[in-house]
């Protein structure tokens, strides 16, 4: 996917909690997170990197597609 694509995907997640699962071009799991709030975490990943460290902005250049639980609660 491109970054587009995928800021779009995190754009449609819903306000529910959850655990995403950022994957290479592979498929290969690189990143598993958790979030109160889906939408609002997931779609930072693919704001201005200005504002993420090296370290994320390293992992982020690697994100092919991502996939998300969601859970009743936190």
Not at 40 to 51: E, H, K, M
Request: cysteine-free; aromatic content about 8%; overall charge positive.
């Amino acid at each position: 996917m491109t970054k587009d694509e995928l800021k779009e995907k995190a754009n449609d997640l819903p306000l529910l909690p959850g655990v995403y699962l950022m994957m290479d071009k592979t498929g290969k799991v690189i990143y598993v997170g958790k979030a109160k709030r889906l939408k609002n975490r997931v779609s930072q990943y693919f704001q201005d990197s200005a504002s993420h460290t090296v370290k994320t902005r390293q992992m982020v250049s690697q994100i092919d597609h991502f996939d998300t639980i969601f859970v009743s609660s936190e």
